[in-house]
């Protein structure tokens, strides 16, 4: 019956949506004054906005509606999992637990609060409990409360926020004017879209000079705000009966989708909410999940989204600075002005970042905010794709580069900076960020001083830095000396001191980054060192580290001015044959740093600031502030987030992913080697023997491997020394990625024809090394560089270290290549299938042990 009527009904209205002639229409049956209601304009569903735009909903940049793009705990989606199996009885209508979570939360008591299906649906009990004459808005803001002010036929009275140098404020005088005959004042804190926070003292102040008006303080974005729980106005609860705090869950939690509001207020006012409400306004499913929301670890998502606000405040007020200007805020989201310089309306700039698939808010037609845009608060690869997509707006950068390829940056761009993704090179500081020098160079530093009798803190040390022109940590040494004297020695003097000092305390330095982002780097793109140490310095923690072989290029204090000048990074770029038009990335912990990387323009080098080791808190984030202040393009606070920008597919690797290196120096050779069990094939080799190079290479194909190899050997002697060292290297390698070998499969084995030849192998990770290696007829003496000789020592050498029982038998073939190329295929296929993981955890042992 119902799908009927819902037919007929369709079937007599017309194209445009409008009943056709000869059916009465039903306007005679609603309110008069439907025709005046304010219609509000929520954003659409996602489909419907990639479907318009044209690309899949996944590239979409989503930064129109303030929601939080982190989601919601894992937590609380699982209590939200949970709740549907109880979804056939209703929800309790009194809203105890949560009702009861939410008071400890608010540090109220449970009769001060009330629940709803979202803040609209409390502001909505709010107007039917009060029934206003009158209700008082400050514009701009929230455009709800005169939505549901029409509804309920109240005279509404605006009182515009005051429009200061670069800030929105209340009009205290205006708000006291007018609530003095009104019955609700509407106070949004921090308020959307300008991020204006209204003091305590101006609630209290409105809340005591206005007592016959109920007072709403709208606290959406309140936990956003620096400080928090400090600041809310929830704390007057006790002293005002006619205070009401309204909060949602929907934008800190990440619930915007499950409808979560609550009212705080006098139990008497809570009282007649439950009385009107809709007594199952919340869904077994929104309450669960805000029960859970209350109890989940959300502060360090709160502290990356309050993070990337002040990265988009730096931005904005220092590169892009030329075209926009923002204001302060303490939400999730920030409002820019566009300046005439760019030649755009806001309307016009919001449309070509919706053609790249951006979407943030125009404000172009609201009061006191021509030309404004919002722009919320997301991921730092959504803040990424928003700038890349800015910058081309303003013709700073061509679309090419903003999609992610390598083209030429044109000189005349004020800025360049493409994705991080795209780079095809990665310049390196050392000091901060490859190494944690806390207890090596910044000690050092200190007790250097303070052997010329100069005491100097590390606050001071920071200060000396930040002024720039600091990359040489002796003159550092040797200003902060005369700073604190008056007079200070011969930097030769500071020199000698610093250096002796600086060798009892290096063997403290740890590396930041993870060894397998550094290999895995050095397999896709060059790689330099640019840093202000001596070269003995730098070689000395290079070789320590056992990573000097990432590194083909190393430019110290001796070969060239120090930073800012960015003459070492260009010179390295050079070096490493980086084509002028390729994209390239330079990490550094200081201002110096981040100039030198912007003054290599026109060559598109991206600045990554780092905060180095040691620091967190408000320190942490002041140095964030002063790096993106100096035109640092992302700025990362650790190992993960440095290789979440740099290598997201490594940072999305399964857990678990078994992981070996090996770095081997012995009079004969200096070999480096790194392997990954689940990798895609991917090769780096270099043993300057091609036939032993290219079965390398064999082997990682079809072992489904990555490896990074790289020997220098004395090959001027012969191959022996060379080959057997590698396959020492990769078997040991191997033999860490796999630890106690827990899970593998242990045992494989493959043919692998190639033309006439035939190989079998067998592997056994038995834990007990030995390796049998046939060849139906003998091996030619020489095989592209390789000795016949050695492809057999090759497979005992590996089984030596893999620790692993190994047979090689080439049963057919003539020619030696051929029969060679089909034993390593036959080997790695072989070893694929042992080392695999099982559907078991244990040791493949009866001993329980390999």
């Known amino acids: 019956f119902q799908s009927l009527c819902c037919t007929l009904c369709l079937a007599s209205m017309t194209a445009n949506g409008a009943f056709a002639p000869g059916v009465r229409s039903a306007a005679h049956l609603l309110r008069s004054d439907m025709g005046n209601m304010l219609e509000y304009h929520p954003v659409q569903p996602l489909e419907v906005l990639a479907a318009e735009i044209g690309i899949p909903v996944e590239a979409l940049c989503k930064l129109d509606a303030n929601e939080n793009l982190y989601g919601a705990h894992s937590s609380v989606v699982e209590a939200g999992e949970a709740a549907l199996r109880s979804s056939h009885i209703y929800p309790d209508p009194g809203q105890g637990e949560l009702r009861a979570a939410l008071g400890r939360y608010c540090s109220v008591s449970p009769e001060q609060v009330v629940a709803g299906a979202g803040a609209d649906d409390i502001l909505d009990l709010l107007f039917r409990v009060v029934c206003p004459k009158k209700v008082v808005t400050c514009p701009p803001t929230f455009a709800m409360y005169k939505f549901f002010g029409k509804i309920s036929r109240s005279e509404i009275v605006d009182v515009p926020l005051k429009k200061l140098d670069r800030c929105f404020a209340f009009d205290m005088d205006g708000i006291l004017r007018e609530g003095a005959s009104s019955q609700i004042v509407f106070l949004t804190s921090p308020n959307n879209p300008t991020g204006t926070r209204l003091s305590n003292d101006d609630v209290e102040r409105i809340c005591t000079a206005l007592p016959n008006c109920m007072i709403v303080v709208d606290e959406a974005y309140i936990e956003f705000a620096a400080g928090f729980p400090h600041g809310t106005a929830s704390v007057l609860l006790d002293k005002h009966v006619n205070l009401v705090v309204v909060r949602t869950f929907a934008k800190w939690a990440g619930l915007a989708g499950m409808r979560v509001g609550y009212a705080l207020a006098h139990p008497d006012i809570i009282k007649a909410i439950c009385q009107i409400k809709i007594p199952y306004n919340l869904s077994v499913a929104a309450s669960a999940t805000g029960v859970a929301a209350l109890a989940a670890p959300t502060g360090p998502i709160l502290q990356k989204i309050r993070r990337e606000r002040a990265r988009l405040l730096a931005v904005f007020n220092g590169p892009l600075s030329e075209w926009f200007e923002p204001y302060p805020s303490e939400a999730n989201f920030v409002l820019v002005r566009l300046k005439p310089v760019l030649g755009r309306t806001s309307r016009q700039l919001t449309q070509g970042l919706r053609k790249m698939g951006i979407l943030i808010r125009c404000y172009d037609e609201l009061l006191g905010m021509t030309d404004c845009i919002r722009i919320s608060v997301g991921r730092p690869q959504d803040t990424d794709q928003l700038l890349r997509g800015l910058l081309v707006q303003v013709g700073a950068l061509s679309p090419v580069v903003a999609a992610g390829s390598l083209p030429a940056v044109p000189s005349t761009a004020p800025i360049a900076l493409p994705a991080v993704t795209a780079a095809g090179c990665v310049l390196w500081d050392v000091d901060g960020v490859i190494v944690d ?414």
């Not at 051929?818 to 099982?838: G, I, P, T």
């Open 437 to 850: 020098v806390g207890k090596s160079y910044r000690q050092t530093i200190l007790d250097t001083c303070a052997s010329f009798g100069a005491e100097v803190t590390g606050q001071e040390v920071e200060a000396v830095k930040r002024r720039g022109n600091a990359n040489n940590d002796w003159i550092v040494t040797r200003t902060l000396v005369a700073e604190k004297n008056g007079s200070a020695p011969s930097l030769e003097e500071v020199t000698s001191k610093f250096e002796q000092i600086y060798k009892t305390l290096r063997d403290t330095e740890e590396l930041v980054p993870a060894q397998s982002l550094l290999s895995h780097l050095s397999q896709q793109v060059p790689q330099g060192i640019i840093t202000g140490r001596p070269r003995s310095d730098a070689d000395y923690v290079l070789s320590k580290m056992e990573i000097a072989s990432y590194f083909p290029v190393v430019k110290c204090m001796e070969d060239g001015p120090a930073k800012p000048s960015p003459k070492l990074l260009l010179d390295a770029l050079d070096e490493l044959k980086v084509p002028h038009s390729t994209v390239a990335v330079f990490l550094g912990d200081t201002v110096d740093d981040i100039k030198a990387a912007l003054a290599c323009k026109p060559r598109p080098v991206i600045p990554v600031g780092v905060v180095p080791p040691g620091k967190d808190g408000a320190a942490a984030a002041d140095h964030e502030a002063h790096l993106y202040e100096a035109g640092a393009w992302r700025v990362v606070r650790n190992a993960q987030e440095m290789q979440d920008l740099l290598a997201p597919k490594l940072q999305a690797a399964p857990p678990g992913q078994r992981l070996g290196s090996c770095a081997r120096e012995t009079k004969e050779t200096k070999i480096k080697c790194d392997v990954v069990v689940e990798g895609s094939g991917v090769a780096k080799v270099s043993t300057k023997i091609g036939f032993l190079d290219h079965m390398l290479e064999t082997l990682t194909k079809h072992s489904r491997t990555d490896l990074n190899l790289i020997v220098d050997g004395d090959i001027h002697v012969d191959d022996h020394h060379t080959t057997e060292d590698a396959a020492l290297a990769l078997g040991t390698a191997l033999d860490q990625a796999l630890g106690n070998r827990a899970g593998v499969t242990r045992f494989g084995s493959a043919f692998a024809p190639l033309d006439e030849a035939l190989a079998c192998a067998v592997v056994d990770l038995s834990g007990r090394p030995s390796a049998s290696v046939s060849f139906h007829q003998p091996l030619r003496e020489q095989i592209g560089g390789l000795s016949g000789e050695m492809v057999s020592h090759f497979f005992v050498s590996i089984a030596t270290t893999l620790r692993a029982t190994v047979h090689v038998d080439v049963t057919k073939g003539v020619n030696s290549h051929h029969m060679v190329e089909a034993a390593f295929k036959a080997f790695a296929m072989a070893l694929r299938a042992a080392m695999a993981k099982s559907q078991f955890t244990d040791i493949p042992s009866a001993k329980g042990v390999l």
